[in-house]
């Protein structure tokens, strides 16, 4: 960002920017957003599309938990979701 004033962003950055922001999107999400010209529609559908994914992490930790609940703790299952876990 050098050769602007310190702190100031151009409008030529802030449009990469967002094309990289709404590359990140699935599918799905960059159609509802394609035709919006304004970058504040891009970001709440940003952010609609991070808390879908918070709530997807929570629902796999819950269903992860019952099944750990289920499993004998000292079976081979057991041993590879813990390795999985580990790896988070």
Do not use: F, W
């Amino acid at each position: 960002m050098s050769g602007h004033r310190a702190g100031r962003i151009t409008d030529d950055e802030i449009s990469e920017l967002i094309s990289k922001l709404q590359s990140l999107l699935p599918e799905s999400s960059r159609r509802g957003a394609a035709g919006r010209s304004s970058a504040s529609k891009l970001l709440q559908e940003t952010c609609r599309y991070i808390r879908s994914l918070h709530r997807e992490v929570d629902d796999l930790n819950n269903r992860l938990s019952e099944l750990m609940a289920t499993m004998d703790g000292d079976s081979p299952q057991a041993d590879v979701i813990r390795n999985l876990l580990r790896l988070l």
